[in-house]
Nanobody, 116 residues
Framework: QGHLVESGGGLVQPGGSLRLPCVAS????????MNWYRQAPGKEREKVAH????????DYADSVKGRFTISRDNAKNTVYLQMNNLRPEDTGIYYC?????????WGQGTQVTVSS
């Protein structure tokens, strides 16, 4: 069973930055594409970014392109989401995700609030 633990969330002013790590365990991390999702209050969960197993390819939602960067350290079983120039509309719970054995595995999420 895959286990994912996110951290790094908090309250930040517009224009600020946060870095979210997600530590994985219980599976061979380096074999899997990893994803970050977020869910804003009253909205559906949406995919923010993904990174391939070796880190060679990444992709982003249009709303975060040029501001967010996904990366991974396979030696540490960790995937990161660096978020710069944050906006109030980036507020939400951020989840780490991996799709294994036909099902989604989710972390517990970390709250990000962008407000002055």
């Amino acid at each position: 069973q895959g286990h994912l633990v996110e951290s790094g969330g908090g309250l930040v002013q517009p224009g600020g930055s946060l870095r979210l790590p997600c530590v994985a365990s219980g599976f061979t991390f380096s074999n899997y594409r990893m994803n970050w999702y977020r869910q804003a209050p009253g909205k559906e969960r949406e995919k923010v970014a993904h990174i391939t197993s070796n880190g060679g390819q990444t992709d982003y939602a249009d709303s975060v392109k040029g501001r967010f960067t996904i990366s991974r350290d396979n030696a540490k079983n960790t995937v990161y989401l660096q978020m710069n120039n944050l906006r109030p509309e980036d507020t939400g719970i951020y989840y780490c995700n991996v799709f294994r054995w036909g099902r989604d595995n989710w972390g517990q999420g970390t709250q990000v609030t962008v407000s002055s």
